[in-house]
């Protein structure tokens, strides 16, 4: 299984003067920015199963990036 999202923010705003709205689509907020990545790689075995996940997000910090690991087991 492959997964990905994109994270990002939508900001509407309204000029006091001449009542025109604008909006604009920006890359993430204070922490996160941009597109994560995942995947996940099932294995089965008779009754049992192995699962192992891998997940990345990018935050503005360099270097800091969010690395998530998982292992699931099912006997």
């Excluded at 890359?27 to 995947?39: E, H, I, K």
């Amino acid at each position: 299984m492959l997964r990905g999202s994109w994270f990002g923010s939508v900001v509407n705003a309204i000029d006091p003067t001449t009542g025109a709205s604008d909006t604009k689509f920006g890359s993430g907020d204070d922490l996160y920015r941009g597109v994560a990545l995942g995947g996940e790689v099932r294995v089965r075995a008779g009754e049992s199963r192995l699962a192992v996940g891998f997940g990345w997000r990018p935050v503005r910090e360099p270097f800091s990036d969010i690395v998530e690991m998982g292992v699931r087991l099912r006997f």
